[in-house]
C-alpha cells in the first residue's frame, strides 16, 4: 500500500509539473500564431489511450485509437489534445520545430508562415522560455497557496539556545555538542533546519561558533565536502534531557526518578543535551550510573540502571515549544504571493548552487543523482497534502531550472542558440540543430544511466 501510495503521488505531481510546463511552450506559440499541432500528457508511440481534437466545426474524441487516423490528420492546422498510454512526461508538438520527436520530414517542405522556424528569434525566444517560465509561475502560485493556508513555522538560528547535536562526522570536523553556529564563511544562517544545506551549498572554509561562552572559528577543511553530502544529521537540534513520563515497564521505576526532571550530568560528566546523554548511556549499556538530575527542590543524585539497549525507561519532552521560541507567521491573499515569490526566488538560487556541486567532480555529488525511484522517496508514505504540494513547488523548480541547462535538446539549449541568433544574427542551419539534439539526446541518455544506476546502488 505504501508503494502504491508513492507511485501514485509521483505520477500526480510530475503530470502536474510537466503539463505546466508544456503549456508554457504551448501559450507563446499560439500567442504568437505558430502552429501546435499535439499537445499530450505522457507519450503515445503507436496509440493513444485518449485523443481528442477539433474540425469540421465541431469536436472529436476517441479512446484508445491508433495515431494514425486519416481524417484527424487532414486536419493539421487544428491541434490535437490527449492522453497516452507511457506515464513519463509529455510533450508539445510545435510546427517547424527540431525536438526530441526528431521529425525532420516537415522540415524538408518550404517553410511556412506559421512554422516556429518563421517566427524572428526573439518569439521563437519565449516560446522556449514559456515552459521553464510556466513552471516558476507554478511554484509561486503553491508556494503562496502553502503559505497562505499553513502558514510558515520555523526554529530561527538563533533561538537554537542549547546549540548542535553532532554526530561522528561533525565532530571529525571540529564541531561539539552544544555548539551554537553563528556564521558559515562569515553569512550568518537565519533557519536553523537549513545548517547543513548552506554549509553544503556555500562549500564554506570556516564555521564562527559559540562554544562555552567563547566566540572562535571552525576550520572546514574541503576534503569533507563528498561526506557532507551523503551523511545527513551533521547538526540536529539540541534540546536538554527532560523527563516526561516514567514507562511501567522501565528498570528505574522505584528509583526515584520523576516526571519533570531533568539530567545534569552522567556519573559527575555534565552534560544535558539529549543526543550527548543517549551517547554516553549506550557506553554503559547493562551497568548502573549516577545520574544528576534538576527538579523545582534542587539538585540530587540518582542510582540508574541501564537496560542492554541503552535505555532507561523514560519517555521524554520533546514539545519544541516547551524549550525554544518558534518562530510562526501567518499570510493573507495579499502577503502570501510576494512571499511565494521570495521563497521561489531562494529555492532558485539554492538548486543552483546544488546543480554547480554535482558538475564538480571533487565534491562526488554526481553520485546522489537520482531518476524517478530517488523522486518516489522524498514522497511521504502516507497521504499529506501540506507535504504534497511543497515537494510538488520544489520539483516545478528543480523542472525548470534542469531545462535551462545548455543541452541542444532540452529548453536552455534551443535558448542558447537562440540568443546566439539574436547577438550575431546569423541562424544555425537545421541540419546543425538535428546533428545537435542528437548529441543532446545522447547526454541526456548517459545522465538517466547514472541516475538510475545511482538509484539501484543505494537498493542494495
Not at 526515584?256 to 560528566?269: E, H, N, R, S, W
Not at 542510582?303 to 525507561?313: E, N, R, W
Not at 501540506?386 to 534551443?414: E, Q, R
Request: glycine share 8%.
Amino acid at each position: 500500500m505504501v508503494v502504491l501510495i508513492k507511485i501514485v503521488q509521483v505520477i500526480l505531481a510530475l503530470s502536474l509539473l510537466v503539463l505546466f510546463h508544456e503549456f508554457g511552450h504551448y501559450t507563446f506559440a499560439k500567442l504568437f500564431k505558430t502552429r501546435v499541432e499535439k499537445f499530450y500528457l505522457f507519450f503515445n508511440p503507436r496509440r493513444s489511450l485518449l485523443k481528442f481534437k477539433r474540425f469540421d466545426g465541431k469536436w472529436h474524441c476517441k479512446f484508445f485509437a491508433s495515431n494514425e487516423d486519416p481524417a484527424w490528420n487532414a486536419h493539421p492546422e487544428q491541434t490535437e489534445y490527449g492522453i497516452g498510454w507511457l506515464p513519463f512526461g509529455g510533450y508539445c508538438k510545435i510546427a517547424g520545430m527540431i525536438d526530441e520527436s526528431m521529425d525532420t520530414e516537415a522540415l524538408k517542405q518550404p517553410p511556412q508562415p506559421y512554422e516556429f522556424r518563421t517566427k524572428k528569434a526573439w518569439q521563437r525566444f519565449f516560446i522556449m522560455f514559456g515552459g521553464v517560465l510556466f513552471n516558476f509561475i507554478l511554484a509561486i502560485i503553491l508556494y503562496a497557496a502553502i503559505l497562505g493556508t499553513w502558514g510558515e513555522e520555523y526554529l530561527r538560528n538563533e533561538d537554537a539556545v542549547y546549540g548542535i547535536a553532532v554526530n561522528d562526522l561533525s565532530q571529525e570536523i571540529g564541531f561539539r555538542f552544544g555548539d551554537r553556529i553563528l556564521a558559515f564563511d562569515g553569512v550568518p544562517t537565519e533557519n536553523f533546519s537549513s545548517l547543513q544545506v548552506d554549509l553544503v551549498r556555500s562549500q564554506a572554509r570556516e564555521a564562527t561558533v559559540l562554544r562555552d561562552g567563547d566566540t572562535l572559528k571552525v576550520a572546514i577543511d574541503p576534503v569533507y565536502l563528498p561526506a557532507m553530502l551523503n551523511t545527513p544529521g551533521m547538526f540536529d537540534l539540541a534540546f536538554p534531557f527532560v523527563v516526561k513520563e516514567i514507562q511501567p515497564e522501565s528498570p528505574n521505576l522505584a528509583s526515584g526518578l520523576q516526571a519533570g526532571d531533568t539530567l545534569k550530568a552522567v556519573d559527575g560528566q555534565a552534560m544535558i543535551i539529549v543526543q550527548q546523554i543517549q551517547q554516553e548511556l549506550l557506553r554503559h549499556k547493562g551497568e548502573a550510573i549516577q545520574a544528576t538530575v534538576r527538579r523545582p527542590a534542587g539538585r540530587l543524585d540518582i542510582p540508574l540502571q541501564v537496560d542492554t539497549a541503552g535505555h532507561i525507561g523514560v519517555l521524554l519532552d520533546t514539545d519544541l515549544n516547551q524549550f525554544f521560541h518558534v518562530t510562526t507567521r501567518e499570510y493573507n491573499l495579499l502577503s502570501a504571493l510576494p512571499a511565494g515569490a521570495r521563497k521561489t526566488w531562494t529555492t532558485i538560487k539554492g538548486y543552483v548552487q546544488e546543480l554547480g556541486l554535482i558538475f564538480s567532480p571533487k565534491t562526488q555529488a554526481y553520485k546522489s543523482v537520482g531518476s524517478f525511484i530517488a523522486i518516489g522517496r522524498i514522497f511521504p508514505d502516507s497521504w499529506d497534502w501540506y507535504k504534497f504540494w511543497t515537494l510538488c513547488a520544489l520539483l516545478s523548480i528543480m523542472l525548470g531550472v534542469m531545462n535551462l541547462l545548455p543541452i541542444p535538446a532540452l529548453d536552455g539549449g534551443h535558448i542558447l542558440f537562440l540568443i546566439f541568433e539574436m547577438l550575431t544574427g546569423r541562424k544555425p542551419s537545421d541540419k546543425f540543430m538535428e546533428v545537435a539534439e542528437w548529441i543532446g539526446m545522447a547526454l541526456l541518455l548517459m545522465l538517466m544511466v547514472l541516475a538510475f544506476g545511482n538509484d539501484i546502488r543505494s537498493l542494495f
